[in-house]
């Protein structure tokens, strides 16, 4: 069945930087745009970043552009997010979801990973 | 685009008829997904391009709508049902939802 698995979150200071990575099974991974979502604590759900099968089109949220970074790698199934310069209102839990194409729904979701920027 | 969801805070009853609704600040077609939340739990789609009901989903769960205005509604409110629900526009980017509905139990 399909599974996404996030891993990386954790607590890092302000100005910091982080990796999180999804790892993907159960589907044809290259079929797939891949995309990361995070939600606050006690607050609703946020875009940021989505990427193409083959990672040629990447899109950002204003929130992140400049400081956040998706990428993907189809051999090993997995699809990152590069942050840096992290500051206290990125904290939240980071999903990692497929969708079929650029403009289609969000069918699978991982189960996320909390990401916790203070000093 | 931004997503407007009315109410924010809905206490209802089991067997009640909810209706959600999603307004969008520009037309969408159908671009438009509702997505439920259960507390600690990752999102599940429930309904796509508006009024498509995902495979698995119970038939209680309906959506319409297209351009701006936009509903969820479930027929028959069950005890599993008490959760987060969030629309979702997918018709440019950057991808945006709605804030939210909480259903509680009354």
């Known amino acids: 069945q399909v599974q996404l698995v996030e891993s990386g979150g954790g607590l890092v200071k302000p100005g910091g930087s982080l990796r999180l990575s999804c790892a993907a099974s159960?589907?044809?991974?290259?079929?797939?745009?891949m995309n990361w979502i995070r939600q606050a604590p006690g607050k609703g759900l946020e875009w940021v970043s989505s990427?193409?099968?083959?990672?040629?089109?990447?899109y950002y949220a204003d929130s992140v552009k400049g400081r956040f970074t998706i990428s993907r790698d189809n051999a090993e199934n997995s699809v990152y997010l590069e942050m840096i310069s992290l500051r206290a209102d990125d904290t939240a839990v980071y999903y990692c979801?497929?969708?079929?194409?650029?403009?289609?729904?969000?069918?699978?979701w991982g189960q996320g990973t909390l990401v916790t920027v203070s000093s | 685009i931004q997503l407007t969801q009315s109410p924010s805070f809905l206490s209802a009853s089991v067997g009640d008829r909810v209706t959600i609704t999603c307004r969008a600040s520009?037309?969408?077609?159908?671009?438009l997904a509702w997505y439920q939340q259960k507390a600690g739990k990752d999102p599940k789609v429930l309904i796509y391009a508006a009024s498509t009901l995902e495979s698995g989903v119970p038939s209680r769960f309906s959506g319409s709508g297209s351009g701006t205005d936009f509903t969820l509604t479930i027929s028959s409110l069950q005890p599993e049902d008490f959760a987060a629900y969030y629309c979702?526009?997918?018709?440019?980017?950057?991808?945006?939802f709605g804030g939210g509905t909480k259903v509680e139990i009354k």
């Open positions: 979702q526009q997918l018709n440019s980017y950057p991808l945006t």
């Open positions: 979801a497929r969708s079929y194409g650029a403009y289609s729904y969000f069918d699978s």
């Open positions: 520009q037309g969408i077609s159908t671009y």
């Open positions: 159960g589907f044809t991974f290259s079929d797939y745009y």
């Open positions: 990427i193409s099968r083959g990672g040629s089109t990447i």
